[in-house]
């Protein structure tokens, strides 16, 4: 099974709301991701969480805030998010084995920001 | 970080081999490079992946030269399901540093 859940599907926010994005994977996965993708875009790594810990931040802003509770779900914490930010918020997850990591996306949750 | 360059778009006709390049000048010693299919709202989805010389799976073929500045994807007699975008990932699993191409869009004609 290759499968990377995401929840919700769509989601539509104001600009004051607090909302969360919701990824599982159930793969034994020991790496998990956040893409940011805007529309004719190619996908840009927003966070990695290895064996739970936080590796990578490129430099996102603070009103996007991940969590991984466990290996196998990663949350990402949206507040006070800007119109720009609409996007398709795509989660992966790899199982971190050396000589070639093969990462598998979920659906995506489509982000309307109003 | 390697920066990863690929046509805009291409067109094929049903039944045709398609090769798709991927530029990565700046590559590293220890990337691998990934080729995922993405159709419209969904994830991009795995095709294949390798290091160097050439690598074939059940569904397409990844040809990368000695010295990896770039990397071809071939797909055998594509069909009209196989219109979609197509998108090279290079990246190091000991870094977390990946960077994906900028994408071809690929439209099979009937």
């Known amino acids: 099974d290759t499968e990377v859940t995401q929840t919700p599907k769509h989601l539509v926010m104001g600009m004051t709301n607090k909302k969360s994005l919701k990824c599982e994977q159930h793969m034994g996965h020991r790496a998990m991701y956040w893409y940011k993708q805007k529309a004719k875009k190619p996908p840009e790594l927003m966070f990695v969480?290895?064996?739970?810990?936080?590796?990578i931040n490129e430099s996102v802003p603070s009103r996007f805030s991940p969590e991984c509770p466990n290996s196998s779900l990663l949350n990402l914490h949206l507040h006070a998010l800007q119109p720009e930010d609409s996007a398709l918020y795509l989660c992966?997850?790899?199982?971190?084995?050396?000589?070639?990591?093969?990462?598998?996306f979920g659906p995506g949750t489509r982000l309307t920001v109003l | 970080l390697a920066k990863t360059t690929q046509p805009i778009s291409m067109d094929s006709y049903e039944g045709q081999e398609v090769n798709i390049t991927c530029s990565h000048n700046?590559?590293?010693?220890?990337?691998?490079i990934t080729w995922y299919q993405q159709f419209p709202s969904q994830g991009p989805r795995f095709i294949i992946q390798?290091?160097?010389t050439k690598v074939t799976n059940e569904v397409a073929s990844l040809f990368i030269p000695a010295d990896r500045k770039s990397s071809t994807l071939s797909l055998p007699r594509v069909s009209l399901s196989d219109t979609a975008v197509y998108y090279c990932?290079?990246?190091?699993?000991?870094?977390?540093?990946?960077?994906f191409g900028t994408g071809t869009r690929l439209k099979v004609l009937a």
């Open positions: 990932l290079v990246g190091d699993e000991g870094t977390y540093k990946y960077i």
């Open positions: 390798g290091y160097k």
């Open positions: 700046n590559i590293a010693t220890n990337d691998y």
């Open positions: 992966a997850s790899s199982l971190m084995t050396s000589g070639g990591d093969t990462q598998y």
């Open positions: 969480y290895s064996y739970e810990k936080l590796s």
